[in-house]
């Protein structure tokens, strides 16, 4: 890993702009820009401050940058993207893409996915993903001139491949069933997490009624007045301090969002291989007919019933010559046909193992990420505890006044 | 009629200094000052022809001399207390008498008879009585003693004793009457103030109880989702091997700060609920005895007006007027220091209260803190 790009250059998503444009229909559109700024790390070891290049980029144009490394890098768990638009969004949670918070934390999300990126062994080394961070023109049509699009599976073909496929590796199995719990689960546990932070934010905002009420209630007491009014004060501090407590929560959210993505992208890894074995079966069973069917031209026997042959009886037969011309075609075909098997057979065992390699290296990360983000979580809420401490200490000490 | 009011509560010289009174009010400290323990429990449902009831059962425990036995058991129902409640506010129509809880609930979906209904309003009996036990008058009155100690039919037969339903129907018409004239003009000042700061409280009291039942609801409400929360990452904990561990560690917490907060729920519902309400009853109770009080100096005032237009009666006038300005002083006399201890009494139970709210808040935040 030491020859990452991560580890040669600083790459920060610093800023975010609103603009306005033309789309691709002529229509007028507003849309957020992203700042990418790039720095060699090497100038920096020595107390030089290198020049920073940078240049802008819209959410669509990572969008284009992933799809090209889905298509390239079929055996890799490619990162994902932040969500395009707002969910699992509790109620004070602005659903709107032009939030200013939604905007910070997509931000933030794409900073970590050029990251991720720029942090994988093979990923990193890929020239549209270097040209995306440095060269701010033609970077979309250089990306269109791969040709990656045509290089892309069709949903439907991966569909059917799902289904008929009858000897997929059973890790691959196993790893879609994997994914596809890994995504049920962090989707319901996202939900209630936006459910819980509802409530919780209204049992701290009820309190701050108290803050008026008791300064009302304190101009017609003598005694009690100071205690009264300071105590107010105090819960009103509490009821603010919940807007910071769930920003921070959201945050972990996103961590969490990250991984419901990946589920995405493992399943896409197993979707290709059910593929690549769909392929495999598919042309050894094509290869095996072949070969009958040249035996059965060869020999005279009829094995398998086939409309060719059941023609040739209705109709009469063939001539010996036009029987060893079609026999020729068939060994031809059977020739290429073994070739064809064999090399999908070494594709197929390449795929398998390098994609076997890039999960086990996903599944440390991830197991190591989400230890991470839980300790996170605790310590977040032992910090959420301290300040309700510390305010409801200090209105205790003002009710005792009263 | 006055005189007669007055001789059926034991009055010795009235205590004009509030400081004495204090003494005397905090039954929850100092329990050897008490010799009058009562406790109200154990509802029973009751199921006649023509109706269905809750009795409560009342255990009074004294070493006062003027109880002919030390121990006593009764049963009562809500009717039984609120007759009690209407002979002290006829004897003594210028002291604080303590709310009763409220006949039906409105507001929620609480049945009548629900047990969560029974129990509130049972607290709400057992404060009734000991409030009324720790007053420094209304302890010694003599219906008040009855209601402990008789037995059912006893009750029954006493109830129906005391001044008739005409009678009872002319004091309300000269209540009326003098209610006209108010009593308003020449009010002392201390009692405008008075009402002045009624009207305040009770504004105030009332929106605290709103603010204290929406507090419940939305902790229940977050309660509820929590209970929810945890469950989840025990479930996801099934599919991982590296990371279960540390889900199962979340779960637990999650778990533990549900029952934390089913604590502080509790809390509430215990203590800060109850006597907020308590006080939004006061505050309608303390309206109506400045209002009486008004009426009471009404009385004097319309007479004291007969007698500048009536000079043939002028002695029986005055006469009257002598009897009514006593009875107007011991009615502000009384009113002035049940009112100084009531004030005492709120500010120790709002402190209380509201200290104790902050003490659960902390209980709450250690307990999870800890857990983390």
Known sequence: MDDCLSKKIEITVSEAEKRTGRNAMNMQETYTAYLIETRAVESQNEGQCSPVDSLWRRYSEFELLRNYLLVTYPHIVVPPLPEKRADFVWHKLSADNMDPDFVERRRIGLENFLLRVASHPFLCRDNIFYSFLTQEGGWKEMVNETGFQLKADSRLKALNATFRVKNPDKRFTELKHYSDELQSVISHLLRVRARVADRLYGVYKVHGNYGRVFSEWSAIEKEMGDGLQSAGHHMDVYAASIDDILEEEEHYADQLKEYLFYAEALRAVCRKHELMQYDLEMAAQDLTSKKQQCEELATGTVRTFSLKGMTSKLFGQETPEQREAKIKVLEEQIQEGEEQLKSKNLEGRDFVKSAWADIERFKEQKNHDLKEALISYAVMQISMCKKGIQVWTNAKECFSKM | ?372
């Open chain 2, 1 to 372: 009629d006055a005189s007669l009011a007055e001789a059926n509560s034991f009055s010795p010289s009235m205590p004009t200094s509030p400081s004495s009174m204090i003494n005397q009010y905090k039954f929850e400290d100092e329990p050897d000052l008490r010799d009058l323990f009562i406790t109200v429990d154990d509802p029973e449902s009751h199921i006649t022809a023509i109706e269905t009831f809750i009795t409560y059962r009342v255990v009074t425990k004294t070493s006062r001399s003027e109880f002919d036995s030390s121990e006593y058991e009764v049963r009562r129902r809500y009717q039984d207390f609120l007759w009690l409640k209407s002979k002290l506010e006829e004897a003594h129509p210028t002291l604080i008498i303590p709310p009763l809880p409220e006949k039906f609930i409105m507001k929620g979906m609480v049945e009548r008879f629900s047990d969560e209904f029974i129990e509130t309003r049972r607290k709400a009996l057992h404060k009734f009585l000991n409030r009324i036990a720790d007053h420094p008058t209304l302890t010694f009155n003599e219906d008040f003693k009855i209601f402990l100690t008789a037995q059912a039919w006893e009750l029954s037969s006493h109830k129906k004793q005391g001044p008739g339903l005409l009678s009872r129907m002319g004091q309300t018409v000269r209540a009326v009457a003098s209610s006209v004239r108010g009593g308003v003009k020449n009010r002392p000042e201390m009692f405008t103030e008075m009402n002045d700061y009624m009207e305040t409280f009770s504004q105030k009291i009332n929106v605290l109880d709103k603010i204290a039942h929406r507090i419940y609801k939305e902790e229940r409400e977050y309660f509820n989702e929590m209970k929810e929360y945890g469950p989840i990452h025990t479930l996801w904990s099934a599919s991982e091997e590296d990371v279960a561990d540390s889900l199962k560690g979340v779960a637990s917490c999650i778990d533990k700060c549900c029952k934390a907060t089913e604590k502080r729920m509790a809390g509430l519902s215990e203590n800060l609920l109850p006597i907020i309400h308590e006080y939004v009853l006061y505050s309608e109770i303390l309206m109506g005895v400045l209002k009486r009080r008004d009426q009471i100096q009404g009385e004097l005032d319309s007479k004291v007006d007969a007698l500048a237009s009536k000079k043939a009666e002028k002695d029986l006038i005055t006469e009257e007027i002598g009897k009514l300005e006593d009875k107007v002083e011991c009615a502000n006399n009384a009113l002035k220091a049940d009112w100084d201890r009531w004030k005492q009494n709120m500010q120790y139970d709002m402190r209380s209260a509201f200290t104790n709210v902050a003490e659960n808040n902390l209980r709450y935040y250690e307990e999870v803190k800890h857990t983390y």
